[in-house]
């Protein structure tokens, strides 16, 4: 939060909220702080940075500033929506290729990568997505420990994450945040930090106890 980065910083808030909820915090208290949260909105208003307050802004309405801060998702939305059902083509988009999308190899990927592989495209990697965080709940829900049963949901629900910040601020749900699509965006960092998640979590599964039939 001091860089200030306050993206990353409720990311990392969100790991550790994870590894809570999985050991059994109750949903009364869940309720009770996402209240609490919700009532603390108006007055954390004023001590975020102008950055921070011209992305909420540009979330509600980017068309406000169509050349400036809104740039980044009205051109994004436009790619998107220009891939239609089947695509352009591989490397035959042109919102990134002309570089109206900025970040195009990072945290606006997905703009891209629904321009060229449309609407079919956009469901495979949606239910690839799907299968990892899938397999991922089931290798926490038969760990042999609670270590490592926390550790894998909170790997797992960490992917999730990611997959969901990165589409929903390219497709205008959330503010924009910098965060990299899992195992698309370019990165050599990240990769390593979600191949390393991978392979804690097939680590678990070996050391799991075997299902019962």
Not at 127 to 132: A, E, G, I, P, T
Request: proline share 5%; net charge positive; hydrophobic share 50%.
């Amino acid at each position: 939060m001091k860089q200030p980065d306050l993206g990353t910083a409720l990311l990392v808030l969100a790991a550790g909220g994870y590894v809570i909820i999985l050991d059994g915090l109750s949903w009364k208290a869940m309720a009770g702080m996402a209240a609490t949260v919700a009532l603390s909105l108006p007055l954390a208003w004023p001590l975020l940075h102008d950055y921070q307050r011209n992305r909420v802004m540009t979330l509600i309405d980017p068309s406000a500033d169509p050349l400036g801060k809104g740039f980044q998702v009205l051109q994004a939305g436009i790619a998107i929506g220009s891939g239609g059902v089947a695509g352009k083509g591989w490397m035959e988009g042109t919102q990134g290729r002309l570089g109206f999308l900025p970040e195009r190899s990072t945290d606006f990927i997905f703009s891209v990568y629904a321009e060229e592989f449309g609407l079919a495209g956009n469901l495979a990697l949606l239910v690839m997505y799907f299968l990892l965080v899938l397999r991922g709940l089931q290798i926490t829900a038969n760990a042999s420990t609670a270590f490592s049963r926390l550790l894998a949901g909170a790997i797992t629900m960490i992917f999730f994450t990611y997959a969901f910040v990165n589409i929903g601020m390219v497709s205008g749900i959330v503010p924009v945040v910098g965060v990299p699509l899992p195992f698309i965006s370019y990165g050599g960092t990240a990769l390593m930090t979600l191949g390393l998640g991978c392979g804690i979590l097939m680590s678990i599964q070996r050391q799991s106890r075997p299902t019962q039939r």
